[in-house]
Each structure stands twice: as structure tokens, then as C-alpha cells.
């Protein structure tokens, strides 16, 4: 169970980590947004997006951080893994391989071997 949960806390601080990182990038898209002339709505949608990512990356972290720690939080941990392995599938459908999905990509492999020995660990009660 420790090592599960050693995982899982490794998976959380990188994908905490990423989505602070990527929430500092918010500048550099508004500010380029400001210099190539765009629709307004179109802007909007690209700036929320950005921001609702980052979000949801750190959101996801504490959920799988918090999860690591109950006796029965496996089950989560692999959802946190299914959403991020979604986010990576749209990442790579939308934009192609690049930094950002191979780091998605870990952190859901990270999630789900470290949300998988914690259900496998879990006592099970009937």
C-alpha cells in the first residue's frame, strides 16, 4: 500500500506542479492574442479554456492527492487517471505530440499503477 500511495503522491505534486506552470503561460496567450487580431468570442473562449485547464490540473491533483490517503481511495485515484488520460487523448487529437501530452501521459500511467496497487491492497469487506 505504501508504495501505491508513493506513486500516487509523485503523480499529484508533477501534475500540481504542470498545471501551476501552465497557468503562468496565461500572459504569453494574452498577450498574443492582443498583438494578431481575432474575434472577441473567439479570444474569450481561448483565454477560459487556458485558465479552466489549469484548474482542472490542479483540481485533479488534490483530488488524487486527498484520495492516496483512504483506505478505499483507489477507485478515485483511477478516475483521476481516466480524466487525465482524456485530457491527454484531446491534447494529442487537437495539437499533436508535444511536451504537454507526454507529461499527461505519465502522470495518468503515474495515477493508474499507484491507483491500481491501492485498490489491489485495499481490504475488502463483503
Known amino acids: 500500500?505504501?508504495?501505491a500511495r508513493v506513486i500516487t503522491l509523485i503523480g499529484s505534486m508533477v501534475l500540481?506542479?504542470?498545471g501551476i506552470l501552465h497557468w503562468t503561460g496565461?500572459?504569453?496567450?494574452t498577450s498574443a492574442l492582443a498583438e494578431n487580431p481575432t474575434s472577441p468570442m473567439l479570444a474569450s473562449v481561448l483565454k477560459t479554456c487556458w485558465i479552466t485547464f489549469s484548474v482542472e490540473m490542479v483540481a485533479l491533483a488534490l483530488i488524487a492527492f486527498v484520495a492516496r490517503s483512504l483506505d478505499?481511495?483507489?477507485s478515485i485515484v483511477l478516475l483521476c487517471a481516466a480524466a487525465n488520460a482524456a485530457n491527454g487523448f484531446l491534447l494529442f487529437h487537437f495539437l499533436g505530440a508535444f511536451i504537454g501530452v507526454y507529461l499527461v501521459a505519465a502522470i495518468t500511467l503515474l495515477f493508474f499503477?499507484?491507483?491500481y496497487l491501492q485498490v489491489k491492497a485495499s481490504p475488502r469487506t463483503s
Do not use: L, T, W
Request: net charge positive; glycine share 24%.
Open 16 to 18: 500540481f506542479a504542470s
Open 72 to 74: 478505499r481511495g483507489g
Open 113 to 115: 499503477v499507484g491507483g
Open 1 to 3: 500500500m505504501k508504495n
Open 26 to 29: 496565461y500572459p504569453k496567450v
